[in-house]
Each structure stands twice: as C-alpha cells, then as structure tokens.
T-cell receptor, first 112, second 116 residues
Framework: GENVEQHPSTLSVQEGDSAVIKCTYSDSASNYFPWYKQELGKGPQLIIDIRSNVGEKKDQRIAVTLNKTAKHFSLHITETQPEDSAVYFCAPRGPGRRALTFGSGTRLQVQP | DGGITQSPKYLFRKEGQNVTLSCEQNLNHDAMYWYRQDPGQGLRLIYYSQIVNDFQKGDIAEGYSVSREKKESFPLTVTSAQKNPTAFYLC???????????????FGPGTRLTVL
C-alpha cells in the first residue's frame, strides 16, 4: 500500500507570510495528488489537486507542485490570512485504487 | 441543496453496545466511503462502496460493518467487537469511479462517537 508522510506536523506563520507543506509518498504509480483542508469540527474539503502529467498548478493564493522523480508534492499558500488556519492533508492515489491514503496532517496557524 | 449529511453530530454509547452512524447523500454519487479520524492523526479508511449492494473492506474494517441498500445511504455500524471505538467518523462520496481516477471526494460534517 501507499506510505504517505507529511511535514511539518505544525506550522505557525505571521499573516501575509507564505506557508509550504510537503508530502512524500511511496507508490511510484500514484497519479493523482490532492490537498484537503479541514476546519475545526468539520469534514475535509478539497482545495487543490494535480495530476501526474502536470508539474504545477495555481489557484489564486494556493499552488501545488509535483516532483514525480523524488515522489513528493507540496502545497504553497501565499499571503496567508487568519482564515487559512486549519489542518491540511495530502492524499495521493494510484491508478485503480478507489480510496485515498491520507497523510497525518499539518496544523497551520496564521497569527494576525 | 446538494451534499452529504451525517447524523447524529455527537453520539455516546456504553461499552458493549452496537451503534449505527447514518450517512446520506443527494449528489447522485456512486461511490461512498467511511473514514475514522483520531486526534492529531490522518483519516483511515474503514469501508467503501462503489455501487449499491457492494462494498469492500478498507484498512481498519475489524469491528465495523456496513450496508449499501440504496445509492443515497451508507450506514456504518460500530460493533462491540471494535476495541477502541471513540473517534471522529467521516463519511464521503464521489462520482462513479468508472469515469476515471481523479474524482474529488466530498465529505460530510462527521459524527463524534464517545464510548463511556
């Protein structure tokens, strides 16, 4: 099965700074790389995803970069705001695998 | 309003009792999933179903059971055989997996189960 590691486990930044979270996976066949955001007491919500044929994808203040050779992908948040405070999960998936394998999560705290 | 509903939000159970968690979706999704989340940890897959009347075990199925009699509903029963059932349970759904491997999973608000 897929082994997924996420770093760091906690991250505190000042409002307006950038934040980067890295996810390392083991299955070289993985071809789908989503990031989910979970606010306190709620279910996770997809914020951005990337497929294996793309190296980078941006959506306003968030971006995901993929390095398939090194088997890792990263979430980048620029100009952080207090509402970005949440737990972020990566969940890579290989072809034919029906469910996601979640990382252990990164708690991001944006200080006003 | 389309989405996934889970009930109840909080559930208390005495040790040795079975309890069933409800999950309903009106997104017309074929696939549904149950995950368990423990404090400070990621989500672990309990069961998933790709189609009505069919389901597969996930990584931590022991002590749990499910049914999928209707497309909209995927209830999870936590049995007395589950040794440490206190956790946050999340249900999710996604469009038909036959349409590709890139389908987003939509999550419900979760049920927090506490065993007394």
């Amino acid at each position: 099965g897929e082994n997924v590691e996420q770093h760091p486990s906690t991250l505190s930044v000042q409002e307006g700074d950038s934040a980067v979270i890295k996810c390392t996976y083991s299955d070289s066949a993985s071809n789908y790389f989503p990031w989910y955001k979970q606010e306190l007491g709620k279910g996770p919500q997809l914020i951005i995803d990337i497929r294996s044929n793309v190296g980078e994808k941006k959506d306003q203040r968030i971006a995901v970069t993929l390095n398939k050779t090194a088997k890792h992908f990263s979430l980048h948040i620029t100009e952080t705001q207090p509402e970005d405070s949440a737990v972020y999960f990566c969940a890579p998936r290989g072809p034919g695998r029906r469910a996601l394998t979640f990382g252990s999560g990164t708690r991001l705290q944006v200080q006003p | 309003d389309g989405g996934i509903t889970q009930s109840p939000k909080y559930l208390f159970r005495k040790e040795g009792q079975n309890v069933t968690l409800s999950c309903e979706q009106n997104l017309n999704h074929d696939a549904m999933y149950w995950y368990r989340q423990d404090p400070g940890q990621g989500l672990r897959l309990i069961y998933y179903s790709q189609i009505v009347n069919d389901f597969q075990k996930g990584d931590i199925a022991e002590g749990y059971s499910v049914s999928r009699e209707k497309k909209e509903s995927f209830p999870l029963t936590v049995t007395s055989a589950q040794k440490n059932p206190t956790a946050f349970y999340l249900c999710a759904s996604s469009p038909s997996t036959t349409k590709g491997d890139y389908n987003e999973q939509f999550f419900g608000p979760g049920t927090r189960l506490t065993v007394l």
